[in-house]
């Protein structure tokens, strides 16, 4: 997969924050490999390489940016966990799809068949809250388990879904909000425990710049190019995923809204991609992103940050909708 | 599936225990039908559907017995935790068997195909973990994530020794007490906070009634009889399990050591499930139960039991290897 020539938000940030970001990501880094070394083999081979194949820590990042510099202890074991939680999810969602790959790499299914996946991602869950198991602990239990449900039940939602060219904006926000803002949204409160207001502040960041990471991850399914996303156009579609530029170029080109997802190949989805994009809709999603990561920034007004924290949680939302994968 | 005739385990206990017992049965009971129904279609319906097949209750009757009757609020938020994790077990176990019935009822996975049962599984897993987010909960969180974890590695062994026909009898016990033992286990400590050594000594008690309990079903699995047990006899051999019976049998009968699990088919599991019992393996493995059952019941010297209530334990003991399902 070739590399974006667009920083990372990650890289940008950690370049920005000074020495006590890097360090901690660090000790994250350091922590996964421990739980995935942890339990011997065949584990320590199928979840490491879920761990290498893991990405941008994007969400581990957000934990440590908001429980801020003086955090402890507990902002590393919480940014573990969580993307602890967001491994188990890959695992198990390439088990339902079938996935040969992911970031370049055989997923473990792939590897290893749908028996160990399965108990792979399990095993991921629970050390996620094994983690979490610390005197004090229990906001930090209550936040990730709130959003591991939420999690499964956006899950739920979008199979329920599959399939239906109809699916509306509405619902479409729904199921993004529980199958991917929601961790975001644990990631940025998790951390360290603030007063009220600001906790919520951090919350409602967490929720817009993860919908707005949703956002362009449907346009970049729809556009690739697949030599800077590592992934073919079109894959949503394959999957009988209703995304948000097909949903919005229903309205322009009406004949996508009768469209027979179950009947597509690749080719064939790759053509209806271009159909989605000739109608200006993958624009239009690329601005409701931009919306939900101006939003999100300006709502850090009642987080109380100093005007360098603040910079660097202005860099991660950017980044979200300037990325390639 | 026909009652047995021999008293439930639970039966038995509550009926004796005085009414704190099943009162707190039913409020597990409850709150895990609040839980069903507390996300909304599709979800209440699958979760449903596997609370009603669910069974005995044998690890919520652990937790609140081994609680005792003072016990509060955070024995029966442990009793249902323990349940939604056995529950997702059997949800995700059934995705991987794509198991048609369970106790008589269709599974969620023959209901609503792999990806809404994996999902649920999920679901299940984070909402014991939310149960258990209360302040001070810390160690439950910390016992029930290590079952957890330990569940997740019993079924990536069993699914790595699957079809081995030479698995050794350490092996299996070591399997076993991932699998099965270690959420017993947690049964038994989860539910109230105790001095060091009356912990250990009801942590071992659930440990070796867990092992006793596997080693019954093992037995149960090879003679059944089917209109007993509510399912066909030979089906771990068909899952390529080898279990205790078999590896017993092997030592007696030589030809079983070359036995090819995969080319079996109902019938041949049937009559390789006789050949075992002739072997007389099926009354070793029963004694082996009855031994841990016999272990189980002496350790209890050091719980500091009333005489009342220690005869509580030993007819739940007892209950584990007097049981046809």
Same mark, same amino acid.
Request: charged content about 30%; overall charge positive.
């Given at each position: 997969m070739a590399r974006s020539a667009i920083p990372e938000p990650v890289t940008a940030v950690t370049d920005l924050a000074g020495a006590w970001l890097p360090l901690r990501l660090e000790q994250v880094e350091r922590r996964l490999a421990e739980i995935a070394a942890g339990h011997g083999e065949p584990i320590a081979a199928d979840a490491g390489s879920t761990l290498a194949a893991g990405g941008k820590r994007m969400r581990p990042l957000l934990v440590l940016l908001c429980a801020g510099r003086e955090a402890g202890e507990e902002a590393?074991? /919480? /940014?573990? +966990?969580?993307?602890?939680v967001h491994m188990a999810t890959l695992v198990h969602d390439d088990v339902l799809d079938d996935a040969p790959m992911r970031r370049g790499?055989?997923?473990?299914? +792939?590897? /290893?068949? $749908? +028996? $160990?996946a399965l108990a792979t991602g399990d095993l991921l869950y629970s050390r996620a809250f094994a983690e979490l198991a610390a005197p004090g602990s229990e906001a930090q239990v209550a936040a990730l388990a709130t959003a591991s449900v939420a999690l499964a039940r956006g899950e739920l939602a979008q199979r329920q879904d599959a399939y239906h060219a109809d699916v509306s904006a509405e619902r479409y926000y729904l $199921?993004?909000?529980l199958k991917t803002a929601a961790l975001f949204e644990c990631a940025c409160v998790v951390g360290a425990e603030r007063p009220e207001p600001e906790r919520e502040a951090l919350a409602a960041f967490g929720r817009e710049i993860g919908l707005a990471f949703q956002l362009l991850d449907d346009v970049l399914d729809v556009i690739g190019p697949p030599e800077r996303t590592g992934k073919a156009r079109g894959a949503d579609l394959l999957d009988g995923t209703v995304n948000l530029p097909l949903i919005r170029a229903r309205d322009r080109d009406r004949g996508l809204s009768s469209l027979d997802l179950r009947g597509l190949d690749e080719r064939a989805a790759e053509q209806v991609c271009d159909r989605i994009a000739a109608t200006g809709a993958t624009q239009t999603v690329r601005a409701e992103a931009r919306e939900r990561v101006e939003r999100a920034k300006s709502g850090l007004r009642e987080a109380e940050l100093t005007a360098g924290d603040r910079h660097l949680f202005e860099l991660v939302a950017d980044g979200v909708v300037e990325r390639y994968s």
């Open positions: 590393i074991r /919480a /940014a573990t +966990a969580i993307e602890l790499r055989p997923t473990v299914v +792939a590897n /290893a068949g $749908r +028996a $160990r $199921r993004c909000r």
